[in-house]
């Protein structure tokens, strides 16, 4: 990890100082043997990625600290965000639909400061990405899940009126496709083939929607003569 982050470390060093400014001006000490403090010094550094850039390793450690201390709003959120700004749009559509059926809402209050900007994520930088998730959701065929991550992060970007008008686009795809699949079923229970009896001498058939039953007359067999024997 030192050699990913060499070239740009003040940064990072500047971001953790600032993390630990809080604790040291309350007179507080960091203990690593208390969950809490080991809690928060895990989502400071995967924090300081994330800032850096490094959004791919930032999505690692979340999900890592996901496995150890629970899926919460807070570390879905940051996982979200790393898979968009690093451009895994498959990703990030999984995550807000994790986020959406465990009733885990990915907030803007669950954000350093309330805002994108608390993450070293610039407008200019939220807007980009927002507009290449819309480009990915309307290319597609409309999936519900993809347009769902469009809202989520318009939301968290600040952009309320765009993120609802997605959020309406989700639910209107979301029923065009149960009714899709409604209709198909029952296109396809109306077309079950049903096998007719066959009759003698005649070939069994299957009906056709629409149409009528037709057979098609096997020729009849010829007794075969049996040779004189000499």
Known sequence: MVVRLIGRPTK???FLITAMVPLCATGQSLNLNDESDR?????????SLLTIG???EAATAYARMSLKYG???QLLGRRFIAQVLSGDVLQADVIAQAARLSDTPIERIDLPGGTLDGLGISYELGV???NALAAVAMRGDGSVVCLEAVAVWLTLLGDDERAARFSMFARQADKWQADKREA???EADRLVPIEEIPLPGL???ISQPNAAPTHEVLPVPQPIEPESLH
């Open 54 to 56: 490094n959004y791919r």
């Open 203 to 205: 070939l069994p058939v």
């Open 71 to 73: 899926a919460t709003n």
């Open 128 to 130: 980009a990405r927002a």
């Open 39 to 47: 809690r928060s010094h895990e989502l400071a550094f995967a924090d």
């Open 184 to 186: 198909d079923k029952r």
């Open 12 to 14: 990072i060093v500047l």
